[in-house]
């Protein structure tokens, strides 16, 4: 196949959704689909149940066991689709930001019961301000949730998404009788008491065909033809290519436990979803079918294993080829590196690839010379874009609680910060390190780790911080610029990558300083134009 084949036949996404909508339940049908596996089950939930660190571990040392599970390749009808996986709980929203910048479009799962939750509202954010493709999910029709009119409202103003039905529901909870193909322009009923089984499914290609009325009863065949009517009077057609630029959002119905609506679903996917985009760096847009190899990191995940202390750093390929045993750029530590055993991944496991292309993701074995958002090339100096770190909501001195040990607890805090546990942050004034993190159950995965596999012990500080906001001065040797820094010393630290951060103590003391200092720019992230 060619160069340019291969790419056209790939489609990279992530499932994102709040915790319980289904995403884990979806993921394996489609996995299904694709004959990646034969039985349900086999696809680990990675989620925290009880919020507590022994949880977060014992998923991890599995996924350790598993990495695969990162990455779930599976080929259907022709394509590769490649679902990267997004935590869903809260305190690792992060890591699934991070996540985002390797995908080319996601899938949004909604809980038709539950209706639009907070981490699909921050997620669903991120992913608009990016521009990525988005198809919608309603999942759990077979349970009594909201009215589907009601629900599209809630999802266009909460979402602020425009979004276009694709197949709309007969029926809902005990009444859940199949799907209407708006797509296809067919229909999907279940048969049978069981509501169980896929592949009893009946066709029906016309909405006025009598059979309808045979199959559903007068009265239901009656309502679906007049909500076919108003779906196709209220939104608008769909348009590829309003989808792509992300100003229209198809939406699906449906039950990942039932697998009713998932097939419409992928149908549709690998016929619209986008192959591999160009991607932004800082010096330019780079092509996927340039000839050039060029990828970045967007996830490292250690060896839980402390016999094998290596890591994997997950490499999402944007263009050309990357091929086994061949000497690549490492751009920030400018340094060629080779890589004798690049991983792919497929459902349920890793192999060793000579060959992968832009849109897939290889793993490299790493012992510590990468970061998150580190670029590989052939020797052109790229550094892509849209692997910022955001401002932490949780924020403690770290300590260290065993003299002895301090050169293991700088070096654990070092490599766990370069795989985006966590931020660190230096203050100027004493050299005193500060964790900021997104959740609080961030601080004792770091504490158990850095005991487990570097022997370091640490203690926290509770210190109050509001907000970290990266310091962008239009002049670094103003007035301005100099007295901030002089006055506001006490608040100022380096980030890892030595950029200037003003920790806020309040909203209040924040403001007061964007006043005092109006040419100085605060900003959230810490990538800024
Ligand atoms: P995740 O947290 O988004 O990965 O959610 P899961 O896939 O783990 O699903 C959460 C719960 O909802 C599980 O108990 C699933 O069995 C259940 N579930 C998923 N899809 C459906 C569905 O279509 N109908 C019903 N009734 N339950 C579902």
Redesign the pocket.
């Known amino acids: 196949m060619s160069f340019k084949s291969e790419i056209n036949r790939r489609r990279t996404f992530g499932i994102i959704?709040h915790?319980?909508?289904?995403?884990?339940?979806l993921t394996e049908k489609l996995l299904l689909f694709g004959g990646a596996i034969q039985e349900a089950g086999a696809v680990k939930?990675n989620?925290i149940k009880k919020g507590a660190t022994s949880d977060f571990m014992e998923i991890e040392r599995q996924r350790g066991i598993s990495v695969a599970t990162s990455v779930l390749a599976f080929e259907y009808d022709g394509i590769k689709i490649n679902i990267l996986d997004t935590p869903?709980h809260k305190d690792f929203a992060e890591d699934t930001f991070r996540t985002l910048t390797a995908v080319d479009s996601v899938i949004v799962?909604i809980d038709v019961a539950k209706g639009v939750e907070q981490q699909t509202e921050k997620l669903v954010e991120v992913c608009r301000m990016r521009n990525i493709p988005m198809i919608v999910f309603i999942?759990?029709m077979?349970?009594e949730g909201k009215d589907a009119f009601d629900l599209l409202d809630e999802i266009e103003q909460k979402l602020g998404l425009n979004v276009v039905p694709l197949s709309f529901p007969i029926g809902m909870g005990y009444d859940f009788k199949g799907i209407y193909n708006l797509w296809e322009q067919n229909i999907n009923l279940f048969s049978g008491s069981s509501r169980k089984n896929i592949e009893e499914t009946i066709e029906i290609s016309d909405l006025k065909s009598e059979k309808l009325d045979t199959l559903l009863g007068t009265k239901a065949a009656k309502t679906l033809r007049e909500e076919i009517e108003l779906v196709e009077g209220i939104y608008p057609k769909f348009n590829r290519e309003a989808y792509l630029k992300s100003e229209q959002q198809p939406v699906f119905f449906g039950?990942?436990?039932?697998n009713f609506g998932v097939r419409e679903l992928l149908d549709c996917f690998v016929e619209i979803a986008p192959k591999p985009r160009p991607k932004r760096s800082e010096e330019r847009l780079v092509n996927p079918d340039e000839k050039e190899f060029t990828g970045f990191v967007f996830k490292i995940h250690a060896n839980m294993d402390p016999n094998h202390r290596d890591r994997l750093a997950f490499v999402k390929i944007v263009s050309g080829e990357f091929k086994r045993n061949t000497p690549y750029l490492h751009v920030r530590n400018d340094k060629k590196m080779k890589f004798s055993s690049p991983n792919a991944f497929f459902a349920e496991k890793k192999e060793i690839v000579d060959i992968s292309y832009p849109g897939d993701i290889v793993g490299l074995h790493d012992t510590g010379n990468f970061k998150i958002g580190d670029t590989l090339t052939e020797g052109e100096t790229i550094n892509y874009k849209g692997v910022p770190s955001f401002s932490p909501e949780h924020f403690r001195y770290i300590n260290n609680a065993d003299p002895m040990k301090s050169k293991q607890l700088n070096k654990g805090i070092d490599q766990l910060m370069d795989e985006g546990v966590a931020q660190l942050f230096t203050l100027e004034l004493n050299g005193r390190k500060v964790i900021g993190t997104v959740g609080a159950l961030q601080y004792e995965v770091i504490q158990y780790r850095l005991e487990h596999e570097y022997g370091a012990k640490c203690t926290y500080e509770n210190l109050n911080v509001h907000k970290a906001c990266w310091v962008e001065a239009k002049d670094s040797k103003s007035e301005e610029f100099l007295e901030f820094l002089r006055v506001k010393q006490r608040f100022l630290a380096k980030d890892k990558q030595d950029q200037l951060v003003f920790l806020a103590d309040s909203p209040f003391s924040l403001q007061m300083t964007q006043q005092k200092y109006p040419n100085i720019k605060f900003h959230f992230t810490s990538e800024f134009e």
Do not use: E, F
């Open positions: 959704s915790p319980d909508a289904g995403k884990t339940t939930s989620k869903g799962v999942n759990k077979d349970r039950s990942a436990l039932n």
